[in-house]
């Protein structure tokens, strides 16, 4: 089985500065894209930033410029650095990615159980 944990989330004044983690572990061949979604009250759930194995990154355009997502290889981790947090970034930030495991030619999806940004104004 494959479990993606993330770490990071919290408290944050505007303006502020959070990192989030977020580590994939198990029988992992190789893990494809990888990504960040968020979702806040109320509102569907939106891809906020993704990264291809080899380094390609996507953004929602509200955090252009503020976020970036990175990745380790070699730890099965990806990031999200958040700056310039604005109320608007509080939400429940999920990890996503796409993981082939050991025994099989499939890739399957997997999402993380989530982690709380706030954002006081």
């Known amino acids: 089985q494959v479990q993606l944990v993330e770490s990071g989330g919290g408290l944050v004044q505007a303006g502020g500065s959070l990192r989030l983690s977020c580590a994939a572990s198990?029988?992992?061949?190789?893990?494809?894209?990888m990504g960040w979604y968020r979702q806040a009250p109320g509102k569907s759930r939106e891809l906020v930033a993704s990264?291809?194995?080899?380094?390609?990154?996507n953004y929602l355009d509200s955090v252009k410029g503020r976020f970036t997502i990175s990745r380790d290889n070699a730890k099965n981790t990806v990031y999200l650095q958040m700056n310039s947090l604005e109320p608007e970034d509080a939400a429940v930030y999920y990890c996503?990615?796409?993981?082939?495991?050991?025994?099989?030619?499939?890739?399957?999806?997997?999402w993380g159980q989530g982690t709380q940004v706030t954002v006081s104004s």
């Open positions: 198990g029988s992992i061949v190789n893990i494809g894209t």
């Open positions: 990264i291809s194995p080899g380094g390609s990154t």
């Open positions: 996503n990615a796409d993981v082939r495991r050991s025994g099989t030619l499939i890739t399957f999806n997997y």
